[in-house]
């Protein structure tokens, strides 16, 4: 069984919104229905978990209803921190998952995941027990010296920038999960599941990204996000 993790707990303030940006309505739908029409779409996705932020339980399931997106089988609360959340999703999913099954971590705002992008983190994760999504850097990568200056890079050639959707076989991103937050160990700052995966010595396997897998923190990424639909409106807005 192949179990989707879609992390929406977040309440949105640097877009500036009124309400989280998850549900930010564009184009009569809200941002997290398009997220969950992709896993709704593949044919390899057998259920839909989402981690939601307290108070928007009733309204995600209505929207879910509404939007027919019949894979979603739990709503759960997130924790304080993007990794509690994460936790709390893995955790929720312990008596219902076997140890071979994959779990796909995903961004609530990454709203435009290609059929092809989930088919590789997949088969990846079937391959080697994870997939990270990842893309090449085409900037130069500068380390920060004293806040105004630099005197170092790292050659953009050694560098992948690795989003989401991320594939786990079960048992392993949950001892991982364990195991972090009993040793305390990836689980502060900007940590997300592949930074602890990495602090806790594993070794991570990169499947095929794409640009437009775009993540809605700003208000300039929600006009990109729109210019993406109106360009793909047969794919997007159906
Ligand atoms: C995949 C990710 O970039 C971590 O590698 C993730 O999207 C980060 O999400 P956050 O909510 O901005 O921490």
């Known amino acids: 069984m192949n179990v989707a993790i879609i992390i929406a707990g977040g309440s949105g303030h640097r877009m500036g919104q009124d309400i989280p ?29 989402v981690v939601c932020i307290d108070g928007w339980h009733d309204v995600l399931w209505a929207y879910a209803k509404q ?24 955790f929720n999913l312990e008596n219902k998952c076997l140890p071979d099954d994959i779990v796909i971590i995903h961004d609530g705002i ?50 992948r920038r690795v989003s989401t959707p991320q594939a786990y076989r079960f048992d392993l991103i949950d001892k991982g999960y364990h195991r972090a937050f009993e040793e305390k160990i990836g689980i502060y700052g900007s940590s997300y599941a592949n930074t602890m995966m ?14 437009k897998n775009v993540k809605l ?18 794919k997007w807005l159906k």
């Open 198 to 211: 990495i602090e806790l010595g594993e070794r991570l396997y990169f499947a095929a990204g794409s640009d």
């Open 110 to 159: 990454r709203p435009l995941v290609d059929d092809t992008v989930l088919s590789d983190v997949i088969v990846k994760c079937q391959q080697y027990g994870n997939g990270v999504t990842s893309m090449p850097y085409n900037e130069q990568i500068f380390v920060v010296d004293d806040e105004i200056s630099t005197v170092q890079y790292i050659p953009r050639e050694t560098l």
């Open 67 to 90: 939007f027919n997106i019949t894979k979603l089988k739990w709503v759960i609360s997130g924790g304080v921190t993007g990794q509690e959340s994460i936790r709390n999703g893995v």
């Open 217 to 234: 923190t700003t208000k300039d990424d929600l006009e990109l996000f729109k210019a993406y639909l109106k360009q793909e409106q047969d």
């Open 21 to 49: 940006k998850q549900f930010i309505n564009v184009y009569d739908k809200p941002v997290i229905i398009y997220t969950l029409g992709g896993f709704q779409r593949h044919p390899q996705i057998d259920a839909i978990e």
